[in-house]
């Protein structure tokens, strides 16, 4: 019997393990691969080649997951990009961001922008700055019953409104326009020129299935930027050794506070006992309590707790027994909204690009190397896929972390991922991506080598995740690599469901720390630290025994 059993190893899972075997419990992790860390792993993709196959980049996490679980003791080293993001452009033209260079870059395309860029970024970060504070607090939760719990979830809503009181009108408008209004719409009030709107509008549909122009997409926007590098707020960098040196040095904590990881176990069902309430030595009724897992093998596993890394969809709806759940809760999960047009490539190199706009080799090649010139462009990119499947002229994000780690190819040679959209994440008119998988890789090569010919000859192998390739590999259903929409029915208190947004489940017993509670996707830990303060805390008052 352990105390908590953790479905998924990935980088949530291990955060809660560690802290919760921190507290003194108990605690199992059960992984169905063959290698711990979820979507955030290093795995040879051709020979010699290694690449963070799946998630491909490091900011959102968040520094105080790295202190507590003692990561860079355990190995973990991360570098900054030496050029936050390069974008090519159709006329020979580019355009660069860095600290200390970017007012001088926008200058080239408007005086005007370059002006109107500090207050911008300061404005912005003051709102991000609000949602850091929130990033690793259990949001406020609806509850119908029990003072103890309504009295705890007022006093967490007032000092949320403590805290929003205390910003100036200003900030309060951009509150609002930030979790309400497009990113177009909100750009388009700052800019006038196309690259640099393109260049902030480009974190706007990352993992989001949409126009730059949707409602709710300048939260998205917001969302990426609020992760920092070695301190430095706003940056992004890279792992040494890739994604998987994260979740490594999380496994090596977790294993040396005791928690013990099981690698190729497949959980098919929850185990779950009905316990009798009793009031003044008489049977009132009985509660549901989640009490453990069976594995595909057929192994019942017990635990006083169960702690779920799973999208929510695969939790409720292929390991939960069927009738478990209140029926609204159960019809507000087939709701839950997942896709976010991604097609994911890893590929490998006989030599670095060479961009027309700027050929030679440098720092932009270890920034993230953005073809979307445009807001409009990323639009017609979303209409076309939304028409046709995938987008003619589509949205392609490469990194080639070989520049920046030497570990990762052969001498000479290097590694690129490319992250690309829009696509539907299920084929339309029964068409399956099984059948269009490397038409669409063709294309994403095509896609770079109009802007740095050359580039489809140096590519000596690929490996290729269709959003279908995504969801039988790393459980990200439809591709989705946020674990659900990030769309304001599916944030803070009501991810995944409004009443739920506490990190318990329906079922006495089973707890969420995956990326489909708050805050959300990216590879922050977040999630698995706050459900784990929960767990912990329940645990000390005996609602878990």
Partial sequence: ????????????????????????????????????????????????????????????????????????????RIVERKVSNFLPLADGQYFMSAPGVTQSEVARFSKRDAERLPEYERRLETIADVVRGLLLEQPPNLVERGLVRALEEGLRAAELGGRLKNLDITAKRDLLDLFSKSAGDWLDGWFESDPVKALFGFDSIVGNYASPYTPGSAYVLLHHVFGEVNGKKGLWGHAIGGMGAITQAMAACCRERGVEIRTGVTVKELVIDNIAQMAGGVRVGETSHARGVVTAKGEVLRAKAVISNLNPKLLYEHIVPEGALPADFQERITRYRNGSGTFRMNVALSELPRFTSKPEPGDHLTAGIIIAPSMRYMERAYDHARAYGWSREPIVEMLIPSTLDDSLAPPGQHVASLFCQHLQPQLSDGRSWDDHRDEVADLMIATVDKHAPGFAKSVLGRQILSPLDLERTFGLV???????????????????????????????????????????GGVTGAPGHNAAKVVARDFRRGVVS
């Fill in 1 to 76: 019997m352990h105390d908590v059993i953790i479905i998924g190893a990935g980088h949530n899972g291990l955060v809660c393990a560690a802290y919760l075997a921190q507290a003194g419990l108990k605690v199992l992790v059960l992984e169905r691969r063959d290698i711990v860390g979820g979507a955030a792993v290093t795995e040879e993709f051709h020979p010699g080649f290694r690449n963070s196959v799946a998630s491909y980049t490091v900011s959102l996490l968040n520094p105080k997951v790295i202190a507590d679980l003692n990561l860079h003791r355990h190995g973990l």
């Fill in 478 to 520: 439809n591709g989705d690599i946020m674990h659900g929409a990030l769309s304001l029915d599916q944030l803070f208190s009501a991810r995944p469901v409004l009443g739920h947004g506490d990190y318990r489940a329906p079922i006495a017993g089973l707890y969420m720390c995956g990326s489909g509670t708050h805050p959300g």
